[in-house]
């Protein structure tokens, strides 16, 4: 149950069971667990329009676990379920970018202009090659993540992209784990910008 | 020939990457925080320490993931409306305040407060008549 405190922008939420669960889990949270979180809000920053900082994603996404707009699933670990909240935020903040196109352009110029009304925007798709060739740059020097990454885009399993790269398993674990890294060290570093 | 579109290879790969994230272990979040730009080899060295303490080995990952932490910390507690008590959830009630980046556009609406156990009725009209006296009506 929601409400809005009267001239301010506050919601007050009252308590359920699982909003009970769930600010208890945050409150759980180790400092790794942090460290991760932040890592998560950085990477998926890089799923949004430019003018949103991970800070804003992290958040909105602890709003909305809290305010029961969106349910924890069980057996769901809270990071998770929490990063699956920031994924939703990203295709929310696009879907609000381009209602607003739709305000400014009527509809039927629209399916003139981009053969179908639910292609993505044009700036969409800019800010997400974007994104792609800055992943692409973090792992530049690691031929092998970046035979990964370009898999994992394509929605391959591991097993695929061991078998398209000629790759062992073992070679796809311990590039795994460089990733992770460097994925946690970017998490600290990367700019939002 | 299909047309290329960046937006889903984006989407599939930063699933994949939030997994990774996920699974990492302790040990590595915390290596990863010592190998923060800038670092010398023997900083880092420094930084991880290994030490044993009972059954459980533990990795000290310096200074960073602590600052990083409590950074985030911190953020999370900006979410609640009260934050000398942030998520005190045995109040009934919490108040919460979004990014407003993000809910820029949201329309606020006040609402009819309900009767129920976990009510923030009185709380709340106690609130709003405190703010309405601090503000001379």
């Known amino acids: 149950m929601e409400h809005f405190a009267e001239r301010s922008a506050r919601r007050i939420v009252t308590v359920d069971n699982t909003t009970v669960d769930i600010a208890r889990a945050i409150q759980r949270?180790?400092?790794?667990?942090l460290v991760r979180l932040k890592a998560l809000a950085r990477l998926w920053t890089r799923g949004l329009p430019p003018c949103v900082g991970?800070?804003?994603v992290l958040q909105e996404a602890i709003t909305r676990a809290l305010d029961g707009s969106r349910k924890w699933p069980p057996d769901v670990p809270i990071l998770a379920f929490l990063s699956g909240i920031m994924r939703s935020i990203c295709d929310d903040q696009w879907r609000r970018a381009r209602r607003e196109i739709e305000?400014?352009?009527?509809a039927e110029d629209l399916v003139d202009l981009c053969g179908s009304v639910i292609s993505p925007s044009p700036d969409r798709v800019v800010n997400a090659a974007q994104s792609l060739a800055a992943v692409d740059r973090l792992f530049a020097s690691d031929p092998l993540a970046l035979k990964i990454i370009a898999g994992l885009a394509e929605g391959l399993t591991p097993a695929e992209i061991c078998k398209l790269h000629g790759m062992s398993e073992r070679q796809y674990d311990t590039t795994r784990k460089r990733m992770r890294r460097a994925l946690l060290r970017c998490g600290l570093e990367w700019s939002t910008s | 020939m299909s047309c290329w579109e960046p937006h889903i290879d984006l989407m599939r790969l930063l699933e994949a990457l939030g997994r990774e994230i996920i699974a990492a272990t302790e040990l590595e979040v915390r290596q990863a925080c010592t190998e923060e730009k800038?670092?010398?080899?023997?900083?880092?060295?420094s930084a991880i320490a290994v030490i044993w303490r009972g059954p459980a080995l533990q990795v000290?990952?310096?200074?960073?993931?602590?600052?990083t932490a409590n950074e985030v910390r911190e953020l999370i507690e900006a979410v609640s409306g009260?934050?000398?008590d942030p998520f005190d959830v045995e109040k009934g009630y919490i108040e919460l305040r979004g990014s407003r980046h993000i809910q820029g556009q949201r329309v606020?609406?006040?609402?009819?407060l309900p009767d129920q156990p976990n009510s923030i009725s009185k709380p709340f009209r106690r609130a709003a008549l405190r703010a309405l006296i601090l503000r001379g009506f």
């Open chain 2, 108 to 112: 606020l609406q006040t609402a009819p």
């Open chain 2, 38 to 45: 800038g670092r010398s080899i023997a900083a880092r060295r």
């Open chain 2, 60 to 67: 000290q990952g310096g200074s960073s993931a602590v600052r």
């Open chain 1, 29 to 33: 949270l180790s400092d790794a667990d």
């Open chain 2, 82 to 84: 009260d934050p000398s």
């Open chain 1, 103 to 106: 305000v400014l352009v009527r």
């Open chain 1, 54 to 56: 991970w800070a804003d």
